[in-house]
């Protein structure tokens, strides 16, 4: 089951998107869920975690300007991005960790086959 990634722009040094990463049905939701990114340089990287427990973790570079978050409601997760930089440019991704049920993984493991559920991407470019 693909997750479906939304929200992604053009913006200026500073601006702000919100992403939207939406589930059909509720079959991730008991299960650890995270944003990724993407560039064709550095090819994917970690950027937040969300369990089921509210316990969230961050890759360093963007602690503090990003939060994840989700509406178990809508089965939609959000990925609320402030204080973008050029850095922060890439396709960013959703998807679920299937390796474990409510917490997720001590380590990114991004080439892990546990995280299912990637999408088309949703591209942020950001302008200097």
């Known amino acids: 089951v693909h997750l479906v990634e939304s929200g992604g722009g053009s913006v200026e040094a500073g601006g702000s998107l919100r992403l939207s990463c939406v589930s059909a049905?509720?079959?991730?939701?008991?299960?650890?869920m995270g944003w990724f990114r993407e560039t064709p340089g550095k090819g994917r990287e970690g950027v937040t975690t969300?369990?089921?427990?509210?316990?969230?973790t961050y890759t360093e570079s963007v602690e503090g300007r990003f939060t994840i978050a989700e509406d178990e409601a809508k089965n939609t997760l959000y990925l609320l991005m402030n204080d973008l930089q050029p850095a922060d440019t890439a396709t960013y991704y959703c998807?679920?960790?299937?390796?474990?049920?409510?917490?997720?993984?001590?380590?990114?493991?991004?080439?892990?086959?546990?995280?299912?559920?990637w999408g088309q991407g949703t591209q942020v470019t950001v302008s200097s």
């Open positions: 998807a679920a960790y299937v390796g474990l049920r409510r917490i997720c993984p001590s380590q990114w493991q991004v080439d892990n086959a546990n995280w299912v559920g």
């Open positions: 969300l369990d089921k427990f509210g316990r969230t």
């Open positions: 049905g509720d079959r991730y939701s008991n299960h650890c």
